[in-house]
Every structure is written in C-alpha cells, then in structure tokens.
C-alpha cells in the first residue's frame, strides 16, 4: 500500500487527508475522477505538481477507509410497526 503518500496535518485543511508536500486532499482528487477525468487530465489539467502514483494512494487510502467500516444493518419496520410501535 503506498498510504504514506497520504499524510494528514492538523496545519493543512483542518486535517483532511492530503497528498504528502501538497495541499491536494484526498477528496479533491476524488471528485476529479468520479467527474471523469483521467489521470494523465488530473496531473495535466489541474495538478501538475501531483502523479500517477499519488492518485493511486488516494485511491488504496479512500479504499482502506471503506474496508475498515463496521456495517450496522438496522431492521425495517413495517408502516404500522414504525407508527404503533
């Protein structure tokens, strides 16, 4: 995993996640992808300073996150079990 690209600093975006000698959170390079851009559009268009390999470490961060979550499932209620308990 390559997450030590990722460093989170209380001094940058109040903590938010951030490639390593940028101020490019985690969530920005998200919402590029999920717009469509590509990785060779995100570096070129956008940020230069960033690369390939950075964009894979927020990928393997966002997706270390998710795969940590516990999972809750709560039981659906019928309309009368919801209003007469």
Avoid: S, W
Avoid at 4 to 23: F, L, Q, S
Wanted: glycine fraction near 8%; include cysteine; charged fraction near 25%.
């Amino acid at each position: 995993m390559t997450t030590n690209r990722i460093v989170v600093d209380p001094k940058i975006y109040g903590g938010k996640p951030c490639i390593r000698g940028t101020r490019i959170t985690v969530t920005m390079v998200l919402e590029l992808l999920e717009d469509g851009i590509t990785f060779q559009q995100a570096i070129t268009e956008y940020y230069p300073q960033m690369t390939k390999e950075d964009i894979k470490a927020c990928l393997q961060y966002a997706r270390a996150l998710v795969e940590g979550e516990e999972i809750h499932f709560l039981e659906e209620k019928t309309q009368h079990e919801a209003i007469f308990g």
